[in-house]
């Protein structure tokens, strides 16, 4: 089941970088028609795709350690991370995602991660607001869209 969102609860969303808006965003991303969960990337376009598993990734870390973010993401959904935020994210993300990549068991290097997320949680919840941001026509078109949006983003 698919739900769509109004144009005037969509601009609620986006009326203020409140941390708990992003997290609607991202139900409402899960909720969209497009959504995909078989598909590394969701079957969304790159920008749409790591804003939805970089707020993943970082709950994980704050919730209950980074560690289970890995144990339980695909290989295939990793790599596709990977490569979205070597190109869509800021210095660092990419190379903490990486660390994590290769130490997750390794109980004293995956808190290396954990440590770098919690002491940028301000900075990472502010590309949020600026990837969606800049790509909202996308994120609304998604959430209120009635066919699944595959491909480019326009």
Known sequence: M??????????????????????????????????????????????????LESLAWFAHAIRSGVWTYYEATPWARQQAMLCALESEAPSGFSTHYALGMRNWRDKV????????????????????????????????????????VRGRLN
């Open 2 to 51: 698919s739900l769509k969102f109004s144009q005037s609860y969509l601009d609620t969303l986006f009326s203020s970088p409140d941390t708990g808006k992003l997290v609607t965003l991202f139900v409402c991303l899960q909720w969209a028609e497009g959504y995909s969960r078989d598909e590394p990337n969701y079957g969304y376009p790159q920008p749409v795709f790591v804003f």
């Open 109 to 148: 290097k995956i808190k290396a991660v954990d440590a770098w997320i919690r002491a940028h949680e301000e900075d990472n919840n502010r590309w949020l607001w600026r990837l969606v941001n800049e790509h909202r026509p996308d994120v609304e078109r998604l959430c209120g869209q009635s066919a699944p």
